[in-house]
């Protein structure tokens, strides 16, 4: 090999390193199962598992096997059943009393709350030997993006049923206050929602929806700039 | 002028990487514009690194730096159990929120909640905040796998 030939292939393999740095950096890192679908079709049609383990191995993967599918696509929606879409796979998807729903953030949905189009998680158990029926334990909407817990942010603007608060990693959010919305101060005495000002640091408690950026259904409200705090440049004499 | 191929080549070269390195630093980054426009408008100070979001007020008297550690469990973990005991570490007293939970550290800042986990992956949303409203907020996976 010629010092031009191999000036050539550094030259490429530093291309490849460039346009791959994620592949390069984190090789060790990336999946290596085997899916699961071809590795079921190894198991059954490997002639060197013999007669007995073949038979073996189609029971156990018959009915009541755990079943999980990560992140299919709703295609059709039953009186209980969906029917949803991964790579390229359809699966029939059976509820019951029993089947948990849930939301993104493990609030609790029902099948009522799932349209078409929406990517949902199972877990359940094969109804078939063709893994294509899965009677669902639980099914979670991905696409519905709300969670229950406590958000954070400054006041931006205060309308008569609520305000605007910007949060740091969330952006706007908009505060619907019910009546029974708990308000509280820094110290936990009870205020109206008239203290509430521009300005103000809020911490707030309620189910937080992604997609239409509000937070609704709120329990409670405390304001941690009252009472007023001195400030770190005023000085006393 | 003329350019010999191969300079030509290292300067195209160059270039090439510069692009590219700079493509992978910035395509990682978190969104800044949106900590920038909280900053201006709060005088707040927002930190955030691959494990927690920390937020703290710049106008209000010193006090105790705060802090959040998680003792257990470690993200990405898998669990055979539904019912999951968080425990960790923060300031004295301050207010613990994990998903719809709620507890209070401490006066050595200690804490622990439990939880119960659904099949499969579960998100645990963990925020701690002090008396004055400075807050971290933590996010953890850990996978349920009973059956």
Excluded: C
């Amino acid at each position: 090999m010629n010092k031009k030939t191999i000036n050539l292939f550094l030259a490429g393999a530093f291309f490849v390193g460039l346009s791959t740095p994620k592949l390069a950096f984190f090789w060790d890192k990336k999946e290596k199962k085997v899916p699961v679908g071809i590795e079921n079709n190894l198991q059954i049609e490997n002639p060197d598992l013999g007669v007995q383990q073949n038979i073996k191995e189609k029971v156990k993967n018959f009915t009541g096997k755990r079943a999980a599918i990560g992140t299919g696509e709703v295609v059709a929606i039953g009186d209980e059943t969906l029917t949803i879409v991964k790579d390229e796979k359809t699966y029939t998807v059976i509820t019951d009393s029993k089947t948990k729903f849930r939301r993104k953030f493990w609030g609790t949905s029902s099948l009522n709350e799932i349209s078409i189009n929406d990517l949902v998680s199972v877990v359940g158990r094969w109804q078939n030997e063709e893994r294509t029926q899965i009677k669902a334990m639980i099914v979670r909407n991905i696409s519905v993006q709300k969670r229950y817990g406590v958000f954070f942010g400054v006041v931006t603007s205060v309308t008569d049923s609520g305000f605007v608060i910007q949060s740091a990693q969330r952006g706007d959010q908009t505060v619907s206050v019910l009546d029974t919305t708990k308000i509280v101060d820094r110290v936990m005495s009870v205020i109206s929602l008239s203290d509430i000002e521009v300005g103000h640091r809020v911490r707030v408690k309620g189910t937080w929806d992604n997609v239409n950026s509000t937070i609704s259904d709120i329990v409670q409200i405390k304001d941690f700039s009252i009472p007023v705090l001195p400030s770190p440049t005023s000085t006393t004499n | 002028m003329t350019v010999k191929p191969k300079y030509f080549l290292l300067v195209i070269s160059g270039l090439i990487f510069v692009f590219l390195a700079l493509l992978v630093i910035f395509s990682d980054l978190p969104d800044k514009n949106l900590f920038q426009k909280f900053e201006k408008i709060s005088g707040q100070k927002v930190t955030q690194n691959e494990e927690e979001i920390k937020v703290v007020d710049k106008n209000l008297p010193e006090t105790e730096e705060i802090f959040l550690d998680i003792v257990s469990p470690k993200d990405m973990d898998t669990v055979s159990s539904s019912l999951l005991t968080i425990k960790g570490t923060t300031v004295a007293s301050a207010e613990i929120f994990i998903n719809d939970k709620e507890t209070k550290a401490d006066k050595s800042g200690n804490f622990s909640v439990n939880i119960t986990l659904e099949e499969g992956e579960n998100i645990l949303t963990i925020i701690m905040n002090d008396s004055l409203g400075n807050y971290i907020e933590k996010q953890l996976t850990v996978t349920l796998e009973s059956f």
